[in-house]
């Protein structure tokens, strides 16, 4: 049983893993600059999304209702979904819902979030995913805090999928340590170079996480990653 994790960019990925059908997380790609996306839309199941940003929400709306994927997101932002017409499902921090690949739980993120029109969206959220029993913690728009350590000594993920650009997010120092935090294997880092505003030298943040021994997977939009 493999599992397959592409990424479409930004903090976009798609996650597969046989026998099962996939689901993708914050998918933003109509407006990003680097994405891509060739996820035939028989295979999407489920759509997950952190928080109400643009760069978030992205096209989750649109994919919803041309493949009847329910949006799984936080209660009042699933409403803001479901009165724009798609499906959606309304959780809230500490939730845990099972699918037949395993289950999602959403976490903390210390960020903001609301509707591209203002609207209030709730929480915003991280979500610690396993995968046909692999864990894997796509920690959205997040800074590093002590809640990480948390997660690790409870859940030890596998793997977190880290914001690195800094300016809205944590950088790429921070998610150095929230990777301590978590006890996790390996990184993914996300949230970098879509815009000038979070632009990451990748060969210094490869430097970085070599001398403090954190094992870095740094993915192009595109690429996938197979387990
Ligand atoms: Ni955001
Ligand atoms: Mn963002």
Redesign the pocket.
């Known amino acids: 049983m493999s599992t397959k994790i592409y990424y479409i960019g930004h903090s976009g990925f798609y996650f597969e893993s046989e026998p099962y059908k996939g689901f993708i997380v914050d998918p933003f790609i109509s407006g990003n600059p680097r994405s891509s996306f060739n996820i035939p839309k028989n295979q999407i199941k489920q759509i997950f999304v952190t ?1 109400g ?1 643009g ?2 929400l992205g096209d989750s709306i649109a994919i919803s209702k041309s493949t009847n994927a329910p949006i799984y997101t936080i209660f009042e932002l699933s409403n803001y979904c479901l009165a724009q017409g798609a499906s959606s499902v309304g959780l809230n921090i500490g939730g845990k819902i099972d699918f037949d690949w395993g289950w999602a739980k959403f976490l903390p993120a210390f ?3 609301s509707a591209q029109d203002g609207q209030y969206a709730g929480m ?1 959220a991280s979500i610690l995913f396993c995968i046909n029993g692999t864990k894997i913690y796509h920690a959205g ?1 997040n800074c590093l805090n002590f809640e990480m350590k948390l997660i690790g000594d409870i859940y030890s993920p596998d793997i977190a999928i880290l914001p690195v650009g800094s300016f ?1 997010t944590m950088d790429v120092d921070d998610a150095i340590i929230a990777a301590q935090y978590l006890k996790v294997d390996a990184v993914i880092p996300m949230h970098y170079n879509t815009f000038d505003a979070i632009s990451v030298d990748v060969g210094a943040m490869r430097k970085k996480f070599q001398e403090a021994y954190v094992k870095l997977i740094v993915l192009n939009p595109g690429e996938e990653l197979e387990l």
């Open positions: 928080h940003h760069d978030h960020h903001s979030s915003p728009d809205y």
